[in-house]
């Protein structure tokens, strides 16, 4: 098995149970995709949620509701146990005439040998609008 194999397919089972954490804002989820010591950056230039329980909390703190995005995703490469996922959320209009946000994401994930996170990074862009 090739470098890239090795992370490519975590990445992928990682990415996929982010999405069902991301739908159940259970704690239990949440908790289970990254090590104990891991940090989260919300944004490349902000301070990070440092440890799994100050990502539960942030987490849950800035949660979104089921069925209010759609989002789609796939693995743009791998470097080691780096993995970046190019992505696309697009989140439901909030009012009547209201037209939804959309985003272009870029993840940087750095995983353990466990697979869990160690570190997670994100990196988004509004799409412009009509």
């Known amino acids: 098995m090739s470098d890239r194999d090795s992370t490519y ?13 991301w ?13 104990d010591d891991a940090v989260y950056s919300t ?6 949620w ?10 849950l703190k800035a949660r979104d509701e089921p069925g209010t995005y759609t989002f789609e995703w796939d693995v743009a490469g791998v470097d ?5 996922i190019q992505a696309r959320t697009v989140y439901a209009p909030e009012g009547a005439g ?3 946000r959309a985003y272009r994401n ?3 994930i750095d995983f353990a ?14 799409e412009p609008g009509d």
């Open 9 to 21: 397919a975590p990445a992928r089972r990682w990415v996929a149970a982010y999405e069902k954490a």
């Open 23 to 35: 739908r159940t804002n259970d704690p239990a989820d949440i908790r289970a995709l990254f090590t």
């Open 43 to 48: 944004e490349p230039w902000g301070p990070p």
């Open 50 to 59: 440092t440890g799994v329980d100050a990502i539960v909390d942030g987490w």
């Open 80 to 84: 080691g146990d780096r993995a970046f």
């Open 98 to 100: 209201a037209k939804g």
């Open 106 to 108: 870029l993840w940087v």
């Open 113 to 126: 040998e466990d697979d869990r996170a160690r570190a997670f990074t994100e990196w988004y862009m509004t």
